[in-house]
């Protein structure tokens, strides 16, 4: 476990337990694993991906979150994500939770994430999230029977609001390198 970077927060290093989670929500392709895994290291912090917990909990052997939500369905699939967010919001250890793009759409997550967590919404434009999807390799099947393009489109207009919503911090990623994005996450933070 590393230490706090020198420009983390005070409140959010890896203090004593009891520390808030710090969740990462917005739109598949936004940048959440990458940039959680970063935060939670320089944050001394265990980095939980929340479409990996989801498979590892719920999946078969080698499974991703992709193939257990073409196995039993989005319904389902957001009431799985709902019991491994719980589970990760609740942790003494204050991780850094990525969520699902989809995290969202339950009443129930956002109240959760709004109460038991600090949220950072990494919004990214359409076109941007509509070229990282293209060159992903990442099992990610289609929500909507729309083309990936209006699919983007589509989610963007309906998650939005309530990505803005359960935000304490809103950052802007579009052109941003890691490092940059950690700074403008911080800062924000330390309103």
Known sequence: MTSPGKDAP?????GPAGARPLALVGLRASGKSTVGRALAERLGRPYID?????????GGEGESAGGVLRRVGEPRFRELEREVLRVALVRSDGPVIGTGGGVVERADNRADLSSLGRVVWLRASPDVLV???AADATDRPPLTELDAVAEVHALAARRGPLYAEVAEVIV???GLDVMTLLERIFSQLER
């Open 172 to 174: 802007d990623v579009d």
């Open 50 to 58: 929340l479409d990996d917990a989801l498979a590892e909990s719920f």
């Open 131 to 133: 070229a990282r999807l």
């Open 10 to 14: 005070a409140d959010e290093g890896a």
